[in-house]
């Protein structure tokens, strides 16, 4: 099954269209592979932790087991893309939330989602508030 992204920034007048197969193949808005994507099945947007909840919620997960992950990092607003490398864990899990130690690059923090993969708390970005 295919994949679809339209981004668009209206008071910046930019705007983003990519596509996948869903197997890790990425395309531009012409049809033209984006090589450098490849083996990339989910996306992560940077000014929102949404996208977190995407690759936690495709797996079912053990206490103290990294998954990793190829990732297509999507950068607002000027709307750059490229192949980053991201892992999970899952250091704790109770009834109501779980709680994921993330890494990409040298960066690292604990991300905490409700019972539907939902980020709750992403600290120093995002505090969901009810």
Not at 67 to 77: A, G, H, L, Q, R
Request: hydrophobic fraction near 35%; charged fraction near 25%; include cysteine.
């Amino acid at each position: 099954m295919g994949k679809q992204l339209h981004i668009e920034i209206r008071n910046f007048n930019k705007s983003l269209n990519i596509s996948s197969n869903g197997k890790g193949r990425w395309f531009d808005v012409k049809g033209n592979e984006i090589h450098e994507l490849n083996g990339a099945l989910d996306i992560d947007i940077s000014c929102t932790p949404f996208t977190n909840s995407l690759p936690i919620n495709r797996f079912e997960w053990d206490q103290n087991k990294s998954k990793n992950f190829k990732i297509v990092f999507i950068s607002i607003p000027d709307m750059t893309y490229k192949e980053v490398k991201q892992s999970y864990t899952l250091i704790k899990d109770t009834i109501d939330s779980r709680e994921f130690q993330y890494k990409s690059g040298i960066y690292e923090t604990k991300i905490e989602v409700d019972i539907n993969g939902l980020v709750i708390a992403y600290p120093g970005i995002f505090t969901r508030h009810f």
